[in-house]
Every structure is written in C-alpha cells, then in structure tokens.
C-alpha cells in the first residue's frame, strides 16, 4: 500500500490523504482525471505519476513546472519511505509513505481462535472439521482514523 499526504504550507502536517492498494500508476494533478486532484495555479494539469517498479515505487515528474526533491528538480526518482515532493518550485509538498498490506484486526482474531481451539481438539483427542470463513457472519468495521 502506498499513502500521499498532502502537507500543510507552514506546519509541514498532514492536512489529506489518499491510500492506493491495488494501483500500479497513480497521477497527480489540476485536472479531474488524476487520481489525486489539486487545485493549484502552479500545479500541471497532469504533475506527476508515481508507479510501481521491480523493487518497489518511482516518482516521474511529467508536468511543465517541475517536481524537486530537497529542493532539486528531478525527472525520476526511485520512492523512500516517507519522502517528500514539492509540486512546482512554490507548490504544494507531498509526503509518501509505503507500507505493508494493511492488517485486518477481524481475521487476526478469527485465525487465533481457530488455532486456539484446533490446539483444544487436539489435547481432547477430538479433530474438528476444517472451518468455512465464507460461513462465518460478514461485519464491517469503520474505524475513523
């Protein structure tokens, strides 16, 4: 999973993010058809794309105003954790961050307590039969984060 925060200008905080999982190119721009759309006089109709590599995410500037990174302009870079663009030289900053697929507290659970009782059956000298996940109750969970 790969998370863009846009920053704030002055306090260098989060202010929006957008999560991609399934992605292999993401797009960064004015206009509605990017991915991650911003409303900047200096931002390209289409800025950036980030997208998937052998070895993991690569920042392409593609708009006509640049992308800096540490306050050098850059035509490709290969993505670190928690690296930050700036669109244009006095446009917004991006903040990247990959992670690993997220983690699903539900089935965290379900899979301890199948193994917790797989180990009960076992010390009993009884086998239970396989568990069906597709029989279990299908919840939601929205956690506001």
């Known amino acids: 999973m790969i998370t863009l925060s846009l920053l704030?200008?002055?306090h260098k905080t989060p202010v929006q993010s957008w999560s991609?999982?399934?992605?292999?190119?993401?797009r960064i721009g004015r206009s509605t058809d990017n991915n991650v759309v911003l409303y900047s006089a200096v931002v390209s109709r289409h800025h950036v794309e980030i997208h998937?590599?052998?070895?993991?995410w690569a920042v392409k500037s593609i708009g006509t105003n640049g992308t800096y990174l540490d306050g050098r302009r850059i035509s490709e870079v290969p993505v670190?954790?928690?690296i930050?663009?700036?669109l244009a030289r006095s446009g917004p900053n991006i903040q990247i961050h990959m992670s690993e697929e997220k983690r699903d507290p539900l089935k965290e659970l379900l899979s301890r307590r199948r193994t917790?009782?797989?180990?009960k059956d076992i010390d009993?000298?009884?086998q239970s039969e396989p568990h069906d996940e597709s029989a279990l109750?299908?919840?939601?969970?929205?956690?506001?984060?």
């Not at 917790?116 to 180990?119: L, N, S, Y």
């Not at 109750?137 to 984060?145: D, G, K």
Request: no cysteine; aromatic share 2%; glycine share 8%.
């Open 8 to 10: 704030h200008p002055l």
């Open 20 to 26: 991609f999982d399934q992605e292999s190119v993401i």
């Open 52 to 56: 998937r590599t052998d070895t993991g």
């Open 80 to 82: 670190e954790d928690g």
């Open 84 to 86: 930050v663009i700036r």
């Open 116 to 119: 917790e009782e797989d180990a």
């Open 124 to 126: 009993h000298g009884t």
């Open 137 to 145: 109750p299908h919840q939601t969970t929205v956690i506001n984060s």
